[in-house]
């Protein structure tokens, strides 16, 4: 069985207490922590838990672009916070998007630059794939087979395949979405986001069999062991039951 994690941001103190029921029902093995800039305050909050980490890195919308070049010198400090975040919560993994709207060579420019001022944290780092076009019609690297190849190769960090986003590309591409899953595995992911939604070349989060995805044929392309965050959305302020409800349609394709 591939091991789950529950996606949360920084700021979401207020799924800290269901959470903790969950975890200790062991419903869910980590937390994928979405580093909200500027939300270090949090931090002892999270650190409190006796829950294993992944991370996820600020990306384009929440002010992390690496392939724009104009904003070497923010990007550092929003790094930084993701490495004080990383030292506190000794994450297994910690995530990072490739960029919008620019240069993946910028991008891998940046990463390496990132890597040097943080060498210990990027020992950990893996990159995600997203897809062809972003919610606001921008341009995401990234989103081909060749593409992340090319930037794994170069910033020398780990692939964690997002299903969602490879079949997002597959439909704007207009390609077979399973045989560009199948490419994508040869990158050989070391960790997974999952959920439901359309054949669209739009990213949703839909909860599992609220959408068209077959979910049989993507759990079995997880192997055993593996991290798997299922990104699926929250309908409530206050209780994670909806979560919960995701993680036991997960097991029951993961037992076929």
Known sequence: MPRIGLKLWSTNLNYIPPAQILFAREVFDYIELFVVPGSLGTLTR?????????????????????????????HIGLVGEVNAYALSLSPEKIIFHPGINGDWQESISQFKVWRKEFPCMFDAVVIENKPRIGLKGEHCLGASVTEMSEILKAAGCGF???????????VADGLD????????????????HLCDGPLSSK?????????AFDLDFLVSCIEPGRMVTLETKKDFDVSL????????????????
């Not at 990213?203 to 959408?211: I, K, L, Q, S």
């Not at 039951?241 to 076929?256: G, L, M």
């Open 46 to 74: 999270w650190q409190a838990l006796d829950i294993p980490y992944v991370l996820h890195a600020p990306h384009s919308t929440a002010g992390l672009n690496p392939a724009d070049s104009s904003r070497r010198q923010e």
């Open 160 to 170: 964690c395949l997002d299903f969602g986003h490879a079949i997002c590309t597959a």
């Open 177 to 192: 979405w399973k045989a560009v899953v199948r490419d994508f595995m040869t990158l050989k992911p070391v960790m997974y």
């Open 203 to 211: 990213d949703a989060h839909e909860h599992f069999g609220r959408g």
């Open 241 to 256: 039951d909806d979560f919960a409800e995701d993680v036991e349609a997960f097991k029951r394709y993961a037992s076929h």
